[in-house]
């Protein structure tokens, strides 16, 4: 690759966070790790700053270097995406990165995305599963599925569904602990639950018309819903999880639900996110659309 230019040490950089090493960076772009080292040594001495700090086991960024490789990110997907528009003749094509949970992007989002890229075939998409929340604005997605009420920010949504909640367990947990038939029994049972700071730390329930809630106690705790569910299944404790990813345990007895007398109805959202504007990439555009058109809750 040509390094000479600022956009190629860019490239390098950005590289190098997305593989978490200089030799991981140099395997992928075809140089040696001295050469990495060196174009990095060369950012820094022209900016006048550390970026990395480097240790035999890993690599990790200033504030500094965490605000470059921001920018590098998005000079590096504007350089792509004037050259992608200059030869598109009105198909979309590029690289399209796609953030969703693991949950409900195995369940719900990567089957979608199968049969997104038989349609643009031109489109590499590029799948990020999991629970934390990537920086879109940073670069780290082109568009990300939340689930919840969104904060304020210069971000674009798109409205796809939104999902309930269920309280499950084992047929084998409630053999051995005995099954809840009103919500204040759950006091006394291990309640999986979820360790977001914006997760409820209570329960929600519908008792005699009136919306009350519940502080629960267990003794596991998880960043994710299928986690949970898997624990769930296992017979680990009673879970209040996104009824789309029980759905087939359910079906298969694998899990019971619990309490639906007392369900307040509740309903989460699930919204796309990206950046939008006149300037939005013709592929963020048209898997968003998809996403509108086919997904199901």
Known sequence: MDIGG??????VFAMVAEQGSLSGA??????TPSSVSRIITRIEQRIGTRLLLRTTRAITFTAEGEAYLRGARRILADMAEVEDAITDQGVPRGRLRVSASLAH???????LIAQFSARYPAIVVDVLLGDELVDILGGQAD??????DLP???LTARHLGSTGQVIVASPDYLARHGT???PQDLLTHNCLRFNFRRAASDWPFRIDGRDVSLKVAGTIE?????A????ARLGAGIARIGAFSVADDLKSARLVSLLEAYNPGDREPIHAVFVGGAAMPARVRAFVDFLVAHHQT
């Open 143 to 148: 568009v990300a599925i939340r689930f919840g």
């Open 222 to 226: 998880g960043n994710s819903g299928e």
């Open 152 to 154: 304020d920010s210069p």
């Open 228 to 231: 949970l569910c898997q624990l």
């Open 180 to 182: 809840p038939l009103v």
């Open 26 to 31: 140099a395997r992928v772009l075809g140089l």
């Open 6 to 11: 600022r956009s190629g040490e860019m490239e």
């Open 105 to 111: 992007g195995r369940l719900v989002i990567v089957p």
